[in-house]
């Protein structure tokens, strides 16, 4: 049990770097040429297929993302955890959404202050750039509700099923941002690995105050 520990511990500190190695490399790079050019090309791609009728489809997508779509969704499921006695795993939705879609995220907008794409906006939006709130705050709620369908209940497919949906969700209100002319897909991607980051620093968190409260 011991040595599965450490070799989970190895694991996840491997990926709290690389995820802050990617992270810094594009947040020092948004302005170089490579970066430009990739955000170009994606642009060019998605934005490629604009229509009333798919933006229509992309102001919903985007909502589930968005502060007030994090917080109802937080909030339900919270209450959620609360009636079945899930009050831990309530406490910990909360307070890493709270803290990571808005906090954290919000530090970080003002350490870059990247300035929003002026390429298409299908919609208006104020406020700095990178990382992409949307995206990093569908990372960190879907993510975390992933972890809780872990923790709380035992059936494999509903946990699978569970995974898969967020995913999908998560790419979804990505790519929706960049429809929207609203985000660089640098943005997008920063906003999932900081995202990433502060899912696994708040699961570290959740099972070093779980062990103690079980001594």
Not at 125 to 138: L, V
Not at 169 to 197: N, Q
Request: charged content about 15%.
């Amino acid at each position: 049990m011991k040595k599965r520990k450490i070799w989970v511990g190895i694991i996840l500190l491997f990926l709290l770097v690389i995820f802050s190695w990617l992270f810094l490399l594009i947040a020092n790079n948004f302005d170089g040429s490579q970066i430009r050019h990739f955000d170009r090309r994606i642009i060019d791609l998605i934005q490629g297929n604009v229509s009333s009728e798919l933006t229509t489809i992309m102001l919903w997508i985007t909502f589930f993302g968005s502060v007030k779509g994090v917080a109802l969704i937080t909030f339900i499921v919270c209450v959620i955890l609360y009636i079945t006695r899930h009050r831990l795993l309530g406490m910990y939705l909360a307070i890493t959404v709270a803290l990571g879609a808005g906090g954290f995220n919000h530090i970080l907008k003002l350490m870059f202050k990247r300035a929003r794409p002026d390429i298409q906006p299908i919609i208006a939006e104020s406020g700095y750039s990178f990382p992409s709130g949307h995206s990093m705050g569908s990372m960190i709620l879907y993510g975390s509700l992933a972890f809780v369908l872990f923790k709380a209940y035992n059936r494999m497919w509903a946990k699978i099923l569970g995974v898969i949906i967020g995913i999908v969700l998560v790419l979804i209100i990505g790519i929706s941002r960049i429809y929207l002319g609203v985000h660089y897909p640098s943005d997008v991607i920063g906003g999932y690995l900081a995202g990433a980051f502060w899912i696994l620093i708040c699961m570290i968190a959740f099972h070093y105050f779980e062990g103690r409260g079980k001594r």
